[in-house]
């Protein structure tokens, strides 16, 4: 299920708009990275984590966070979610346990929707 966490598609020249690679090649290469740059507050201990993270696998920061973050988005993902529970159901099965229904009923109705 790890490997199915591709929901957000990696930004490569090759799949930009033309409208974003014309926009990127009319200005000064700021960096050696394409995409968004931008500035996130986070408390000294997370950033310290993720830093000894970033070196102990060999990443860079911003690929850390990247990753994080598309995994973050990922899993919270409507249709992601819709997914896995239909897998889960599917593992399960149905069940024609009256004990089984009555809880699952019980609990629906407890749930807010």
Known sequence: ???????????TPRNM????????????QLGYTFGMKTAVSIPNELFDVAERLARRT????????????????NRRSP???TETMDQALAE??????????????????QAEW
């Open 79 to 81: 249709d992601r979610i």
């Open 1 to 11: 299920m790890a490997g199915n966490l591709a929901f957000l598609p990696k930004i």
């Open 92 to 109: 399960i099965g149905e069940s024609d346990d009256p004990f089984v229904a009555g809880a699952s009923r019980r609990r629906l109705e």
């Open 17 to 28: 708009s033309p409208a974003r690679r014309l926009c990127l090649a009319n200005r000064r």
């Open 58 to 73: 060999r990443k860079s920061r911003s690929r850390l966070f990247s990753d994080a973050l598309r995994e973050y988005v």
